[in-house]
């Protein structure tokens, strides 16, 4: 959420980044409404402070044994106006609070204009493209002989869920167990394990409720839970309503957690294979740091998700996401994608944002400034280090032979049994 101070004293100025991304505010509701709480809480004010001079009159008038009923009387006047004022008050600030939650995060000055996709930026390109003397076969071609079934997850779940078994299964898990032990040992990351399942109060406070309920799957219950669909929302919420030791930062979380989402609105794109499914496996990189350090930390952590690619041997290139396609929260995003032969073309496998004080402001996610010895906001980044079903999904293609089987990267061999490849 962004700070209610830039409204009340630089609403043009807010207006004029919100442009940036597309998006016009009606400025003049919002005004309204701050007019009209302004004016309340002077009156609740005058009101409170009226009471308490009536109050000390009741008890001085007591002291001296005069007839207090007339005070009483007006009193309790004054004690509705002001419940009334209350809560008219509190109201207002809820509409208002209401608007600012609907509010996308301010862009960093880095970030390039555009609309969509086509508009994002291209940093850096990393390796080179394979060169098959065959026609290269995508991931469904050549995963559903290996233990790949779509049909067995429909008949269990839905569409766009898959049963992995045997090889797959196995090469899924050791992409996993090799991501968390480079993010642990040589990123210096603290592994997490959290609930797969988060409350209303944890979805709003990352920036997913209210304004993307609809991708959200609900579990049934009192109070309603939510299944996560990101690591991102139980690990951030590690800090929230927290003052964190200046001593202690910066934290840094890696997670790796299922994910689903419902995908609202998303029916006719990817419907072939793992690229878009409503459950899904991830490693998730969190850090939790200064203001002063965010830029250089959001840089590193896509240096930590790169590695990853760089130590399997797969192509990819890192992208800056234009002011049109930056998600809600994130102040500034890259994304990186790998190269997908069977497909032609790159494909989102990681995409890491430096969110600033955004969340942490919905979070009250703070640190104790040594300089000030007062708290402050945090700033939050977080970026899939990596994906793993789409990892699998670029292993599988880049590392196909003519015959159908997969070469396993060398990297990945340790964790399963030294096999070398797999095949039907």
């Known amino acids: 959420m962004l700070d209610p101070r830039l409204f009340r004293s630089e609403l043009d100025w807010v207006q004029q980044q919100l442009k940036r991304r597309g998006i016009e505010i009606d400025t003049d509701s919002y005004q309204a409404l701050e007019n009209r709480r302004k004016a309340i809480q002077v009156i609740t004010q005058d009101l409170q402070n009226e009471r308490n001079t009536r109050s000390k009159a009741i008890g001085q008038a007591k002291a001296k044994g005069e007839d207090i009923q007339p005070l009483l009387d007006q009193v ?8 009334m004022a209350e809560n008219e008050l509190n109201q207002l600030q809820d509409q208002l609070n209401a608007m600012l939650e609907g509010i996308p995060n301010i862009l960093d000055e880095s970030v390039p204009p555009g609309k969509s996709d086509a508009d994002n930026l291209e940093v850096s390109r990393w390796g080179e493209l394979p060169n098959f003397d065959f026609t290269p076969k995508d991931h469904v071609d050549l995963g559903e002989p290996l233990g790949m079934n779509f049909e067995l997850g429909a008949k269990i779940a839905s569409a766009r869920f898959v049963v992995l078994a045997g090889p797959l299964a196995t090469l899924q898990r050791a992409i996993i167990q090799f991501m968390l032990d480079t993010h642990i040992h040589q990123h210096g990351y603290q592994e997490t394990y959290v609930p797969f399942m988060a409350n209303a109060d944890s979805l709003r406070g990352t920036g997913q409720l209210p304004k993307f309920e609809a ?18 929302v139980p690990v951030t919420n590690i800090v929230r309503d927290v003052i964190v030791d200046a001593k202690q930062m910066p934290l840094k979380y890696v997670c790796h957690s299922p994910c689903f989402r419902s995908e609202a609105g998303a029916y006719g794109s990817d419907v072939r294979g793992m690229i878009r499914q409503h459950q899904f496996e991830k490693v998730e990189l969190v850090q939790i740091v200064t203001p002063e350090t965010s830029q250089q930390a959001h840089e590193e952590l896509t240096g930590h998700a790169e590695k990853i690619l760089q130590l399997l041997k797969l192509p990819y290139r890192k992208v800056l996401l234009c002011a049109g396609d930056t998600g809600f929260s994130s102040s500034k995003t890259y994304d990186l994608e790998v190269w997908l032969p069977g497909q032609q073309k790159y494909r989102e496998i990681s995409s890491c944002s430096n969110f600033k004080d955004f969340q942490a402001r919905r979070l009250q996610a703070r640190w104790r400034n040594p300089e000030t010895g007062k708290p402050e906001l945090v700033h939050t980044l977080n970026g899939s280090g990596l994906a793993a079903g789409r990892t699998l999904i670029a292993v599988l293609e880049n590392y196909q032979n003519q015959d159908g089987s997969i070469t396993v ?16």
């Open 76 to 83: 309790a006047n004054l004690g509705d106006q002001l419940k």
């Open 215 to 232: 991708d959200l799957f609900t579990v049934k219950n009192d109070p309603t839970f939510y299944l996560i669909p990101t690591a991102e």
């Open 409 to 424: 990267p060398e990297v990945l061999r340790p964790y399963m049994a030294g096999i070398e490849t797999i095949a039907s």
